[in-house]
């Protein structure tokens, strides 16, 4: 049985199927999904499809894309959102500087604010980390009481010891599947067990052999196959180990 611990199910992409996809998920064996946010309306969304299926769950956040957007008002906003009994998580947040959408300082400044929240709200972050590695580390080395994830990871080894090292997780995409993913599968082969976890970030990175495709949370095992590989594991105990992990992180019972 799979978590799918980081999708995107508000996105347009799946305007014309979205039901009847989600509803197919459980006798695929994806039985937990994390619905992560990028925006205020995207959390809105994320908590709608929560409360219609049982089996989802949803992060609040503002992506560092639209971090030019967010206004007092939007923190407050994002706060009462993180009431919702499956609010689980604050995010996606973070620093991209490979496109910037928003400047520099102003995506600084409101991921200082959303780390606040969640400590505030004692949720757990996921982070977005594009090409922003000295100055993200930075400043959540002022958080250290908070548990985060780095969503679909694919830095050093040496980036990956230093988040471990604050107890923090990684989570990893189809990726993985990749010609060119040395650096990720060599830090699935060194890291924790108890500190991996699976996500697609649909409907983005598909995995080999469907990439190009929309994504879904149907190809995780594509993913854990991958991982299994890695560590010499089975694609069962991949899921297993990564269904724990997920769960712990987001304190889903």
Request: aromatic letters at 10%; glycine letters at 6%; a negative charge.
């Amino acid at each position: 049985m799979f978590f799918d611990t980081h999708a995107h199910y508000d996105d347009k992409r799946f305007n014309d199927d979205r039901d009847e996809l989600l509803c197919s998920m459980a006798e695929a064996g994806v039985t937990l999904i994390l619905n992560s946010a990028g925006s205020y309306k995207s959390a809105e969304f994320s908590l709608t499809l929560a409360d219609k299926y049982p089996f989802v769950f949803a992060s609040t956040g503002v992506h560092p894309h639209d971090s030019k957007s967010m206004t007092d008002d939007t923190t407050a906003a994002l706060e009462a959102l993180l009431t919702h009994p499956k609010a689980v998580a604050v995010g996606e947040i973070g620093l991209d500087y490979h496109y910037d959408f928003s400047p520099r300082d102003v995506q600084r400044k409101r991921f200082r604010e959303q780390l606040e929240l969640a400590r505030s709200a004692k949720k757990p972050v996921i982070i977005h980390e594009r090409e922003s590695t000295a100055d993200t580390l930075d400043i959540i080395r002022d958080f250290r009481d908070l548990t985060g994830v780095f969503h679909c990871f694919s830095g050093s080894w040496e980036t990956a010891k230093i988040i471990l090292g604050m107890g923090w997780y990684l989570s990893f995409t189809g990726v993985v599947t990749y010609k060119n993913a040395r650096k990720a599968l060599e830090v699935i082969e060194k890291m924790p067990a108890d500190r991996i976890m699976l996500e697609t970030d649909c409907p983005y990175l598909s995995p080999e052999p469907v990439r190009g495709r929309r994504n879904s949370s149907l190809n995780l095992p594509y993913i854990a196959e991958k991982i299994a590989a890695v560590r010499g594991m089975s694609i069962e105990d991949v899921a297993a180990l990564t269904m724990e992990n997920g769960k712990r992180f987001f304190g889903i019972g």
